[in-house]
């Protein structure tokens, strides 16, 4: 399988980053929120999974920061700070599992998305979801394409 531009997605758990490799060598870093609930890749558990991934969809260009996503469509809804609702906001970059272990990841529905909370970007904090601020969604958002590799690591 060959992959847009040698890129590589690198998601650090730990560190709470997305690093973007291109030809090896990291462009671009951002902060994000994996799941509160740990990593995993059982069906149901809100956890992070680990593994090789490929980005399997992109959702939302153009539309607005902020904008409510509901089942991968913009409603025409611009979301405030704040709640508990886990919202999907500004864009999606769905993910597909290339090993045996997160084959499940794509109907799991597990993608990269902005979020109503960007006061806990940095802490794991989200559903299963990548969480990064809406700006910088968007930016990751003009940075990939689909089929770009993806690789999740605690």
């Known amino acids: 399988m060959s992959f847009p531009k040698n890129q590589l997605l690198l998601v650090d758990v730990l560190r709470q980053k997305a690093d973007l490799l291109e030809d090896g060598i ?8 994996t799941s ?4 995993g890749t ?7 999974p680990t593994g090789r991934f490929r980005i399997c969809g992109k959702f939302g260009a153009g539309a607005p920061l902020w904008s409510i996503f509901k089942s991968r469509i913009a409603t025409g809804e611009i979301a405030s700070s704040g709640g508990e609702d886990d919202l999907i906001l500004t864009r999606i970059l769905w993910l597909e599992g290339l090993d045996p272990e997160n084959s499940n990841t ?12 960007e006061d806990l970007i940095g802490t794991p904090a989200s559903h299963g979801c990548i969480r990064l601020r809406n700006a910088e969604m968007a930016d990751l958002f003009e940075h990939v394409e689909e089929g770009s590799p993806v690789e999740i690591h605690a």
């Open 26 to 33: 990291a462009t671009h870093s951002w902060d994000v929120s």
């Open 36 to 39: 509160r609930f740990g990593l």
């Open 42 to 48: 059982e069906e149901g558990s809100f956890r992070t």
């Open 106 to 117: 794509r109907s799991r529905y597990i993608y990269f998305h902005g979020t109503n909370r």
